[in-house]
Each structure stands twice: as structure tokens, then as C-alpha cells.
């Protein structure tokens, strides 16, 4: 079989900057595709319980990234972007557009990510530091987990619709499970959140030849495993192993291919 071919095609990953989301863009990128990188640079509270690393790669640019798919051959730039801000879709879409055209890749990966609990525990299973349910912490994991990524794709099939275009890619990103998301409460709230918009989108806009899936990918390693975390998945029967970004970005490609056209409406969980 073929490598998918993606040069006549763009695509716009959010949270791009490291992990996952960086893997995917190199990932598309490899395969032809014009790549805009949306990223933020976050400062995190310090947690002596995660890496002092993934705070740094948390707070960097997408610059070494695009410098590395361009190192490659590929066509890539960066664009920082608090997704928070309502008029920051239409502004990545604008970016995407002026550089290389209309985005018809849309791959949803960025986080608002921040532990919250109804318990009164201090701190999770793994050590981190955890707070209670608040309404900051709402807001910082739904506002970037399910309303950025609900306007992402109304961005996205708006301007799809308008130009009569009959391809498009949606990919979402998820966690938790049936049970909710136990000290991580918000986060796992958002990710149901776009779970829900996205089966609508695959659904609502399969006419435009637009497909929408989300991966729930299994504990990756994107700068925040620690011994202990690699001990939970190992006495966990629903955790398989650690993935890394790549292995995760790499199912992400598929989906946006050509040879994934007839899968749509689903949550594909990664073992």
C-alpha cells in the first residue's frame, strides 16, 4: 500500500509545540502536507512530582519544530495563540491561508489540561499536586478542550462550505472514560465535551466529504512519565504500555488519509 500523499493539502494542529501534537505535525509534514503549528507557551506552577522538562517544553515555541520539518523538505510555520480567545480560529485559519491556502486539515490536540478534584485530597495517586473544582479550573479545561476546538471546527466547515470543497479531515483528541475522569474531573468534562462535537461534525458535514474522528490515545510519553506513573501502568490491567508521540501522531496521519476515507464517527482507543 501507498504512503498517504498530503502535498495538495493543509493542515492546522493545535498545541503543536511538543508531545503529541508536534509528532502529528512531523507526521503530516513527512508525508507533504503545508503545516501550520498553532501553539501557546505556558507557565506551570511548579509540581516537584513531573519533570522540571515537560514544564520547559510546555513553555517553549514550535520553532525547533518547524525548523525540523523544514530540515526535512517540509513547509511549516508556527503561530502562537491563546485558543481561549474567540477570535483566535478565524485568525490561525487567516494565517494558514495567506501562507500556504485553505486549511483542510484539522487536527484538535491542544489542552487546557489542570487537575481538579471533588475530593479533598492534596494530591493524585502519581504524587501531583491537586486542587478542587473551581471555576478557573473549569474554564482553563473547557474553554481550550471543548469550546476552542467546537469553534476550531465551525471555523473549519465554514469556510469548507464556502468554497465548495468536497475533502476535509477532523481529528479530535480524548481521555478518561465511562466512569469520568477521577482527579482530573474538568479535563476528562472537556474531552467528553469534544467527543460530542466531533460525532456531530462526522455526522453533519459527511455530505461535504468532510470525516471526524477522535483517538484516545493510551498514557504517551510527552516529558511527564516518572517511575511511578510507568509502575501504575504496569499493575493496570487497562493499560497496555506507555506510547510515544510519534506512535500516537502517526495513527493521526492515517486518519486524515485518503485510505481512512470510510471511517468517520468514531473514538479509536489506542492500546
Given at each position: 500500500?501507498?504512503?498517504?500523499?498530503?502535498?495538495?493539502?493543509?493542515a492546522?494542529?493545535?498545541?503543536?509545540?511538543?508531545?503529541?501534537?508536534?509528532?502529528?505535525?512531523?507526521a503530516?509534514?513527512?508525508?507533504?502536507?503545508?503545516?501550520?503549528?498553532?501553539?501557546?507557551?505556558?507557565?506551570?506552577?511548579?509540581?516537584?512530582?513531573?519533570?522540571a522538562?515537560?514544564?520547559?517544553?510546555?513553555?517553549?515555541?514550535?520553532?525547533?519544530?518547524?525548523?525540523?520539518?523544514?530540515g526535512?523538505?517540509?513547509?511549516?510555520i508556527?503561530?502562537?495563540?491563546?485558543?481561549?480567545d474567540?477570535?483566535?480560529?478565524?485568525?490561525?485559519?487567516?494565517?494558514?491561508e495567506?501562507?500556504?491556502?485553505?486549511?483542510?486539515?484539522?487536527?484538535?490536540?491542544?489542552?487546557?489540561?489542570?487537575?481538579?478534584?471533588?475530593?479533598?485530597?492534596?494530591?493524585?495517586?502519581?504524587g501531583?499536586?491537586?486542587?478542587?473544582?473551581?471555576?478557573?479550573?473549569?474554564?482553563?479545561?473547557l474553554?481550550?478542550?471543548?469550546?476552542?476546538?467546537?469553534?476550531l471546527?465551525?471555523?473549519?466547515?465554514?469556510?469548507?462550505?464556502?468554497?465548495n470543497?468536497?475533502?476535509?479531515?477532523?481529528?479530535?483528541?480524548?481521555s478518561?472514560?465511562?466512569?469520568?475522569?477521577?482527579?482530573?474531573?474538568?479535563?476528562?468534562?472537556?474531552?467528553?465535551?469534544?467527543?460530542?462535537?466531533?460525532?456531530?461534525?462526522?455526522?453533519?458535514l459527511?455530505d461535504?466529504?468532510?470525516?471526524a474522528?477522535?483517538?484516545?490515545?493510551p498514557?504517551?510519553?510527552t516529558?511527564?512519565?516518572?517511575?511511578?506513573?510507568?509502575?501504575?501502568?504496569?499493575?493496570?490491567?487497562?493499560?497496555?504500555?506507555?506510547?510515544?508521540?510519534?506512535e500516537?501522531?502517526?495513527?493521526?496521519?492515517?486518519?486524515c488519509?485518503?485510505?481512512?476515507?470510510?471511517?468517520?464517527g468514531?473514538?479509536?482507543?489506542l492500546?
Amino acid at each position: 500500500m501507498a504512503a498517504p500523499d498530503f502535498s495538495h493539502h493543509v493542515a492546522l494542529v493545535t498545541g503543536a509545540n511538543h508531545g503529541i501534537g508536534a509528532a502529528a505535525a512531523r507526521a503530516l509534514a513527512r508525508q507533504g502536507a503545508a503545516v501550520v503549528l498553532a501553539y501557546l507557551r505556558l507557565r506551570d506552577d511548579v509540581d516537584p512530582e513531573i519533570p522540571a522538562a515537560y514544564a520547559t517544553m510546555r513553555r517553549s515555541t514550535a520553532d525547533d519544530v518547524v525548523t525540523a520539518i523544514a530540515g526535512n523538505g517540509g513547509r511549516a510555520i508556527a503561530v502562537e495563540a491563546d485558543l481561549t480567545d474567540a477570535d483566535a480560529p478565524a485568525r490561525l485559519f487567516d494565517a494558514a491561508e495567506t501562507a500556504f491556502g485553505p486549511v483542510d486539515i484539522l487536527v484538535n490536540n491542544a489542552s487546557g489540561w489542570r487537575q481538579d478534584t471533588f475530593a479533598a485530597a492534596a494530591n493524585d495517586r502519581l504524587g501531583r499536586a491537586l486542587a478542587p473544582i473551581t471555576v478557573a479550573s473549569i474554564d482553563a479545561n473547557l474553554g481550550v478542550d471543548a469550546r476552542a476546538a467546537a469553534l476550531l471546527i465551525a471555523e473549519f466547515a465554514r469556510r469548507h462550505i464556502k468554497r465548495n470543497a468536497t475533502w476535509g479531515r477532523i481529528v479530535g483528541m480524548t481521555s478518561g472514560g465511562p466512569n469520568g475522569f477521577p482527579e482530573e474531573a474538568s479535563y476528562g468534562a472537556a474531552k467528553a465535551a469534544q467527543e460530542n462535537y466531533t460525532m456531530t461534525a462526522a455526522t453533519e458535514l459527511a455530505d461535504y466529504g468532510i470525516t471526524a474522528n477522535i483517538v484516545h490515545p493510551p498514557i504517551t510519553d510527552t516529558g511527564w512519565i516518572t517511575d511511578a506513573v510507568r509502575e501504575f501502568v504496569a499493575s493496570n490491567p487497562d493499560h497496555t504500555h506507555i506510547a510515544t508521540p510519534d506512535e500516537v501522531g502517526t495513527v493521526i496521519a492515517w486518519l486524515c488519509s485518503d485510505q481512512a476515507r470510510l471511517v468517520t464517527g468514531n473514538v479509536i482507543r489506542l492500546r
